[in-house]
């Protein structure tokens, strides 16, 4: 059964990937930027619930309410200072348009700002959110076993990717989140708000991390600077799907997640994360339009 075993071990770490490609699809996907602070804001929820429940004594409910009402603030706030400045200029002056490496700053700058605030309120032990489902693992058959907060990231993932992705496929909402990331001159010119979507999926992607974060982190423990590896694997995923396409993201996270654990069990777990990423740059040089890369350079 270890063929089996690697395989849900896989599928649980793909998860974690998958989740945050998605959040950085979505959100490239109506603002054009690529938001590399989404794994801190997983690392400040899974901290933020771990420090009011064991140092504080909060109920944990009352504890993850706190934590995910205090992100969604900040979130909202970070937008109204610093983004609606970046993507809309000045109120009374002419928008200029950058690069994206300048663009690509402002979530850079927000990494490392939510990376020294955590060092300070939380310190620089790993911790984590206490498991919201307890217990034994769980038996499938004879021999393969699932940890209870595996089984919760596995289905976080699923349900998150899905409905973004019928959202925006399906939804009159998710065209216009989509018109944003396409032309957003020609979004505002037929009446659709952009700033007010990009606002939304700012602050709803945040929020989802910090959720994923409380969920997943009994399984890995998080410090302060875990955020930047995640959000690093979540860009990965992402950029199989063009870092526009969501749904391809989820099943990217997923391909990664597997593919690490099947090597990391049958070739080397000291060489299985170099073998990986080989593997992956050759198929990015070998089929760069397939795998989304080619339209994500050229837009």
């Known amino acids: ?20 490609a998605v959040c950085v699809a979505v959100w490239y996907r109506v603002s054009n930027i690529l938001n590399l602070a989404v794994g801190d804001f997983a690392m400040a929820g899974a901290l933020g619930v771990d420090n009011l429940v064991r140092v504080r004594n909060w109920p944990l409910p009352a504890a993850i309410a706190a934590t995910l009402a205090v992100v ?64 034994n693992s769980l038996s499938i058959v004879s021999g393969l076993h699932l940890e209870r907060a595996g089984l919760l990231v596995l289905v976080c993932a699923l349900v998150s990717g899905s409905m ?21 001159l020609g979004a505002r010119i037929v009446g659709i708000d952009v700033r007010r979507y990009r606002r939304i ?49 989820l099943l990217a996270g997923l391909a990664i997640g597997v593919l690490e654990a099947l090597l990391g069990g049958y070739v080397s777990t000291e060489y299985g994360d170099t073998v990986m990423y080989a593997i992956l740059a050759a198929m990015i040089l070998a089929w760069p339009r397939a795998l989304g890369f080619e339209s994500a350079v050229s837009s």
Request: aromatic share 16%.
């Open 1 to 20: 059964m270890k063929f089996g075993n690697l395989l849900i071990a896989g599928l649980v770490t793909g998860s974690i990937y998958a989740v945050f």
């Open 72 to 135: 969604a603030v900040f979130a909202y706030a970070y937008d109204q200072i610093v983004l609606r400045l970046a993507q809309d200029g000045p109120p009374n002056g002419r928008r200029q348009q950058e690069g994206i490496v300048i663009t690509f700053f402002f979530t850079f700058a927000l990494s490392f700002f939510i990376d020294g605030i955590a060092k300070v309120l939380f310190g620089t032990d790993v911790h984590a959110a206490p498991a919201l489902w307890g217990g």
């Open 201 to 249: 999926i700012f602050i709803g992607t945040a929020v989802l991390a910090a959720i994923f974060g409380i969920v997943e982190s009994p399984i890995t423990g998080y410090t302060y600077l875990s955020g930047a590896t995640i959000s690093l694997t979540g860009f990965i995923a992402a950029a199989y799907g063009g870092f526009r396409k969501p749904g391809r993201a």
């Open 164 to 184: 973004f992705w019928l959202y925006i496929r399906y939804t009159l909402g998710g065209k216009a989140m989509e018109a944003c990331g396409e032309n957003r």
